[in-house]
């Protein structure tokens, strides 16, 4: 057993560092034909996020996001639902808390915060949680509905964004900032990094005791693994099509809430930048394990701030860091590249 | 516009509209039917759009840049696929990878070429040809909603019809259909599963370079992220067609038809932009809800 379990971890890193090379090899190939400084960029670009406290700061501070939304994503497909709607949900949670937060400009700190918090919470679950619902109800494909209702919500997010919140005063396309008390601590200046790192790595933890250790954790990754059996076995499972669903949106909620009040502090238009589709390579990156999200979400914050980096100080342009992201998305579930011990297993089974 | 015409100019513009749509749903059916759920239709219809108006300026010849453009889209359908199927990965997440890839690739080429991240516009470039087909004009009504499209708006019709023809009339389409629903006897005639799956990509990645070349060329422009979700409709209209070509071309109808309805509201009511843009993906997502509540009903009714 043991034995076994240490060839699927062995596997499984090799497989993985394999990904994570590939992925920095087409980088540095796109960087050598694109750029006209090919070793200022690709200095920068590894080594960029490193370089200042400001860069590698801002690089922590990015990963807060992604390991709600890699953590979101984690529990429903652990449950084998598939919430595609991240983005918009995360938008959905931003921009709530905003109209909460302004709403109450001279509340304490702490009562504006639990509210918008919790405003967001509830959004995003609502959102996710209806299309959970259907497909308990319909049986309609929950990560078609999902992704179709998210694209709907982030176009109406911009509209309240740039039409009835917006404020005047400012150039840019966003609504007015929040009041002061209702900004997290920043724990490391001059970067953007502020104190909800801490909740965002306690979280973590709580999920993975959650998944593991309770009676909900544990009848959701019963359906994950088999519906039909977990239905035999007596397992409710039209309902854990709609919990870890409505947990992974609530998530996702949050963590635009979390962006608002710890790093933008206003409602900009398209404020999420990504961290919904980013959640989904960070959760499959951590094989949908809660504590693995943690590095997982740091590894790709490092893409972003060194591709940003690798801007700032030369030729290249910040969409590089997608590009690797998205070579990841395409290898990190190949099985080919996951070698020995799944290709034996196989061999078994058939 | 009088009341006796008005819905002739909408349905025009719907026909317009759901050509790109019904590219993309007509190479998603070869992928659907041969068991796959193809999520890369968008970024590989935005791949078409980028290389197709970028190759035309650089040629100056409309045709040379929608064969190059299509090039690049069955391009990236190859690598798609090869990860898919060769390397044995999941390929719905394989699918979110085109999109993000297809992105990332068309923002950083435009920055390298044209040191532009907004739209591009190409000056020079020819419009796409607008066919007017005698016969047709002489049908009453539905020639006024027929004639007058480009032509790749009629390449699109034809494909469909090719597409229903050798899905069920040739042996190919057969072993397509077959490695969807069964693909143990493929392999008892001793074929390939894998290789008709990577032919029916390959095929959906040649009707989005085709799709994707529309929604540039008719623009003149290439626009960051012109597909707009087209890729999520064509998807939803294979499902609410029921995998057939009819179906498909009535549910892109639809789909084409609430558009323009939109486009018209914005002009003649006072709704803001995005709530019109949101429109079409609130109707495809009721659509489809609609769809399951009728086939959860049909499969009840048919177990007693």
């Not at chain 1, 034909?33 to 090919?38: A, F, G, T």
């Not at chain 1, 702490?110 to 967001?120: F, L, R, S």
């Not at chain 1, 980013?278 to 997982?296: D, E, T, Y």
């Amino acid at each position: 057993m043991d034995k076994r379990r240490l060839a699927n971890l062995l596997s499984s890193t090799t497989g993985l560092a394999l990904t994570i090379a590939i992925a920095f090899a087409i980088v540095v190939l796109l960087i050598l034909i694109l750029s006209d400084e090919p070793g200022r960029a690709i200095y920068y670009f590894f080594i960029g996020p490193f370089t200042k406290a400001f860069y590698f700061g801002n690089m922590l501070n990015q990963a807060i996001p992604l390991i709600f939304t890699g953590l979101g994503i984690a529990v429903a497909f652990r449950s084998s639902t598939f919430n595609l709607g991240g983005e918009g949900q995360a938008y959905a949670g931003a921009l709530v808390a905003t109209v909460i937060l302004l709403a109450m400009p001279t509340a304490p700190g702490i009562i504006g915060i639990v509210a918008a918090v919790v405003g967001a919470t509830l959004i995003g679950a609502f959102l996710a949680g209806l299309s959970g619902f259907f497909n308990m109800r319909w049986g309609t494909q929950t990560l078609i509905s999902s992704w179709l209702l998210s694209a709907a919500v982030i176009l109406i997010a911009d509209y309240f964004v740039t039409g009835p919140l917006d404020d005047p005063a400012s150039s840019m396309m966003t609504t007015a900032k929040i009041a002061e008390q209702f900004r997290f601590l920043r724990i490391y200046l001059p970067s953007k990094l502020d104190v909800s790192i801490v909740f965002a790595a306690a979280l973590a933890i709580g999920t993975y005791f959650f998944m593991q250790r309770t009676h909900w954790g544990y009848e959701m990754r019963m359906c994950g693994i088999n519906r039909e059996f977990s239905r035999y076995a007596g397992i409710h499972v039209g309902k854990y099509l709609v919990i870890p669903m409505a947990i992974s949106g609530g998530f996702h909620g949050l963590a635009g809430s979390v962006t608002l009040m710890g790093t933008h502090y206003r409602c900009l238009k398209g404020i999420t930048m990504g961290i919904g589709w980013n959640g989904i390579a960070v959760a499959l990156i951590a094989k949908n394990n809660p504590i693995a999200v943690i590095p997982a979400a740091l590894f790709f914050a490092y893409l972003n701030e060194g591709a940003r980096a690798a801007m700032l100080h030369s030729d290249v342009t910040v969409e590089l860091a997608k590009i690797g992201q998205a070579v990841i998305f395409f290898l990190v579930t190949a099985q080919a590249l996951y070698g020995l011990y799944n290709s034996r297993k196989k061999k078994v089974a058939a | 516009m009088s009341n006796t015409t008005f819905p002739i100019p909408l349905l025009h513009s719907a026909v317009r509209i759901m050509a790109p749509i019904l590219l993309a749903a007509t190479g998603g059916l070869f992928t659907e039917l041969a068991g796959m759920l193809n999520i890369a239709l968008e970024g590989l219809m935005l791949i078409g759009a980028f290389f197709s108006v970028v190759f035309a300026a650089a040629t100056g010849s409309l045709f040379l840049g929608i064969v190059l453009g299509i090039g690049a889209s069955i391009l990236a359908a190859y690598v798609f696929s090869f990860i898919s199927l060769n390397l044995r990965a999941n390929i719905f997440i394989t699918g979110l990878a085109t999109n993000l890839f297809a992105e990332g690739l068309t923002m950083v080429l435009a920055f390298e070429i044209f040191n532009n991240k907004g739209t591009i516009y190409f000056e020079n470039l020819a419009k796409l040809p607008v066919l007017s087909i005698a016969w047709l004009q002489r049908i009453p009504v539905l020639g006024d909603v027929l004639v007058g499209h480009n032509v790749l708006v009629y390449v699109s019709w034809v494909m469909i019809v090719l597409a229903a023809i050798v899905i069920y009339k040739t042996p190919f389409g057969l072993r397509i259909r077959g490695t969807g629903s069964n693909p143990g006897a493929v392999e008892a005639m001793g074929l390939s599963p894998r290789r008709y799956q990577t032919y029916a990509i390959l095929i959906s990645g040649f009707t989005c370079g085709l799709a994707g070349s529309i929604l540039s060329l008719q623009l003149g422009a290439y626009v960051p992220g012109v597909t707009a979700g087209r890729g999520w409709v064509a998807l939803v209209a294979i499902y609410l067609g029921n995998k057939n070509p009819l179906g498909i071309v009535l549910a892109c109808l639809v789909f084409g038809f609430a558009d323009s309805l939109s486009n018209w509201a914005q002009g003649a009511i006072n709704i803001p932009a995005d709530f019109v843009r949101a429109f079409p993906y609130l109707i495809t997502v009721v659509a489809m809800i609609g769809y399951s509540i009728a086939r959860h009903y049909r499969t009840r009714g048919s177990e007693r």
